[in-house]
């Protein structure tokens, strides 16, 4: 099997392929899965070899997810695997918003030479550089998951009340929380309450632009923003005219773009939320074992276009079927494989949105004319037998 890499992945994250089973390499050709970063693959075009894509990440606008789906690729990224490095660098955030570490920095590299020394300079300009401390201020988290979870305790750890909110929290997070987080049911009571906003959902059409110029109007003055989830969570311009107002006191992205350089009350930190050695093993660790599960046995976990379904492969061969989530699809394969003599041992199924996905254990092998006969069935993308 041929594993092509787009971008370089962590020695220990390639390790993880058996080399008596795998061709690992940048430069495959016809490949049968692809590890990525933050290489841009909306305009690539895939062999019908191609089955899976692994983003060793937790984002994913840099894959044509739908089209992916469409053509029975599945596409997995690594959750939680970059948290602790994102949560770091939050912690940091939290206090580059809070005083101007950025700017006293550089003010400082002017003073070779300063009349009366460093020292007496030092002594004299500092004040401008002054800020506030975080804690007793309230941190509102916008997204509890994998990292906004983590932030949010150990903002408490610092002495910071946080008020949190997430629609989409699951069981697993809800239990990581720390008791002492207030969780609210709405975006509108963080920014009612909040003193620092920090952001922790991913880009979609349902939060992109959510900071603008009205939800600003409903926080608090003097708020201070953080954003190391993406860039076009915030509108730019809006964001602009509250901080030359005053309604935002600063505002620490981890996405510099054109708009937000060289903009007084922005702190523009290029893109190191995962940039640790730990984060990347821990990426590249997590994506390669997903494709090994995967490929070697049918089952998906971590993907964002088909659902989480995995059972033992305990019989003698498995159909795994990515299909259409519509009516009949099911029932037809399992009608099919009955009406010619075959016990299907054990069967595990799921949808994602417009699409679903179901592996079928066998306790015999399944002979080719009958898998065959299930590609045609409408709504099959792709079966493959393991």
Not at 160 to 178: E, F, H, Q, R
Not at 275 to 289: F, G, I, K, L
Not at 316 to 322: D, G, I, P, T, W
């Amino acid at each position: 099997m041929k594993i092509q890499l787009l971008n370089k992945i962590a020695k220990v994250g390639t390790d993880v392929f058996d080399k008596n089973v795998f061709e690992v390499a940048e430069d495959v050709t016809s490949p049968d899965a692809i590890m990525v970063r933050s290489a841009n693959m909306l305009d690539m075009q895939f062999g019908p070899e191609l089955i899976a894509i692994a983003r060793a990440g937790a984002g994913v606008n840099n894959i044509p997810i739908e089209r992916c789906a469409e053509e029975g690729i599945v596409v997995f990224n690594t959750p939680g695997a970059n948290a602790n490095g994102v949560k770091e660098l939050a912690i940091a955030a939290l206090i580059l918003a809070s005083r101007d570490v950025v700017g006293g920095i550089e003010w400082a590299k002017t003073l070779m030479g300063a009349e009366g020394g460093v020292a007496k300079a030092v002594e004299k300009g500092k004040s401008k550089f002054a800020g506030r401390e975080i804690l007793g201020k309230t941190l509102g988290v916008i997204g509890l998951g994998a990292i906004g979870g983590l932030v949010a305790n150990s903002a408490r750890s610092l002495g910071m009340k946080v008020v949190g909110c997430d629609p989409y929290i699951t069981v697993n997070a809800a239990w990581s929380l720390s008791r002492a987080v207030e969780k609210v049911e709405s975006y509108d009571e963080i920014y009612e309450k909040a003193d620092y906003i920090t952001l922790h959902v991913p880009s979609t059409k349902d939060t992109k632009g959510m900071i603008n110029k009205d939800t600003i109007a409903k926080m608090r003055d003097g708020v201070r923003i953080i954003n190391l989830a993406r860039a076009d969570l915030v509108n730019a311009d809006d964001l602009k005219a509250a901080l030359a107002s005053g309604k935002v006191a600063s505002y620490v992205t981890d996405f510099p773009t054109e708009e937000t350089l060289d903009v007084p009350g922005i702190v523009n930190i290029p893109h190191l939320g995962a940039s640790t050695e730990e984060s990347e093993d821990n990426c590249a660790v997590m994506a390669a074992q997903e494709l090994v599960d995967y490929i070697t046995c049918g089952n998906i976990r971590n993907s964002v276009n088909f659902p989480t379904v995995s059972i033992p492969h305990t019989g003698a061969e498995r159909l795994c079927v990515c299909h259409k989530n519509i009516a009949n699809v099911l029932s037809r394969i399992t009608t099919f494989i009955s009406s010619v003599g075959i016990n299907i041992e054990n069967m595990s199924s799921g949808s994602k949105g417009a699409f679903a996905y179901t592996i079928l254990e066998m306790g015999v092998k399944v002979p080719a004319e009958v898998v065959e006969a299930i590609k045609k069935i409408d709504g099959i993308i792709r079966v493959r037998v393991i």
